[in-house]
């Protein structure tokens, strides 16, 4: 297989958070490059400078040919949304899934932000996902990388009981489907275990082979 997959974590962890579902792809045949963010106390606007650079060196790797699938967990989703708008060549860059990403903010960092500002002034990353800063990040519309997206639907977390309709305890399943997305697909797990789940895994390498999730569907 002629390609590598760069996965990166979400908010207040680090790439060994990614190990499971790196080892499940790796089943799948995927050769796997681990990223690390300092994704809790830094805006996403930052991190998603180092990201830059990290990928930069990754490219530098490639082999002729050779292209990068990437797939990110929770607000890491936005850093990847946010390196492909300022990424000028994505000749290089095959497919992107994101999984439980609030594409359209997180209602829980909102309320964060509104009853205990403190707590985002300090924790810049959760700041970031506040739906009204998102419009600080560039952030890619999906019109020349297919973008595919997995929401959580199991709502086993205490804070889930705060949203409302459809979400996996953290994130809400409409602020995880966009119109930018080439296809979406709900998946019964928590945000806190959704990337641990093989079944996320074939989702994921599902999207990357065919630009799509129906084959999951189907099933």
Known sequence: MNEKVVLLHGYHKKKSDMQVLKENLEKLGYQIILVELPLTFKTIKKAGKIFKNKLHNIRLKLKKGEKINLAAHSSGGLVLRNYLAELEDKSYIKRVVLIATP????????????????????????????????????????????????????????????????????????????????DFIMLPYGHKEIHYQFKTAKAVACFFQNGNFKSLKNN
């Open 103 to 182: 594409n359209s903010g997180s209602r829980l960092a909102a309320k964060s932000n509104k009853y205990l500002p403190f707590f985002t002034k300090i924790f810049k990353t959760l700041d970031s996902i506040v739906p009204d800063n998102l419009e600080e990040i560039k952030l890619s519309s999906g019109e020349e990388i297919e973008i595919g997206a997995i929401a959580g639907t199991k709502s086993n977390l205490f804070l889930g009981k705060l949203l409302k309709g459809a979400n996996d305890g953290r994130i809400e399943v409409n602020s995880v489907k966009a119109d930018f997305l080439t």
